[in-house]
C-alpha cells in the first residue's frame, strides 16, 4: 500500500487550500483515514478522520474551518482547509489504518508529507 499527498503550497491567511491523499495497492473495503500535521518543534498531531462509511471527527482547533472527505471508487481522501491561519502551518500526512482485528488496525501506511505554509 502506498500513500501520496497533495496539494499543499503557499496559503494566505483567510484563504484557502486542499489536500489530497490518493492510496494504491492492496486497500480494504473497511479502513479509516487520517490526516496529521507537523509544524516545527511541536509534536505531531491529528487534524481530522474519516472512516470507509464517511464518519468523520475533528480537532477542536481546525472545526468549522477544515473539512475531510473521500472518494472510496478513487480511494482518494481530501482536506478542504479554509479561513487558513499562520497556525496552520505545518508538514500535513495523511494515514490509512485497515485491516482490523480485534480493534487493532493490523495495517497502517503513512504518506509522505505535504508542506502548507500560511503566510502572508
Known amino acids: 500500500v502506498q500513500l501520496q499527498a497533495s496539494g499543499g503550497g503557499l496559503g494566505q491567511p483567510g484563504g484557502s487550500l486542499r489536500l489530497a491523499c490518493a492510496a494504491s495497492g492492496n486497500i480494504y473495503s473497511i479502513n479509516v483515514m487520517r490526516w496529521f500535521r507537523q509544524a516545527p518543534g511541536k509534536e505531531r498531531e491529528l487534524v481530522a478522520a474519516i472512516n470507509s462509511g464517511g464518519d468523520t471527527n475533528y480537532a477542536d482547533s481546525v472545526k468549522g474551518r477544515f473539512t475531510i472527505s473521500r472518494d472510496n471508487a478513487k480511494n482518494t481522501m481530501y482536506l478542504q482547509m479554509n479561513s487558513l491561519k499562520p497556525e496552520d502551518t505545518a508538514v500535513y500526512y495523511c494515514?490509512?489504518?485497515?485491516?482490523?482485528?480485534?480493534?487493532?488496525?493490523?495495517?497502517?501506511?503513512w504518506g509522505q508529507g505535504t508542506l502548507v505554509t500560511v503566510s502572508s
Open positions: 494515514k490509512l489504518s485497515q485491516d482490523y482485528n480485534h480493534g487493532q488496525a493490523m495495517g497502517i501506511y
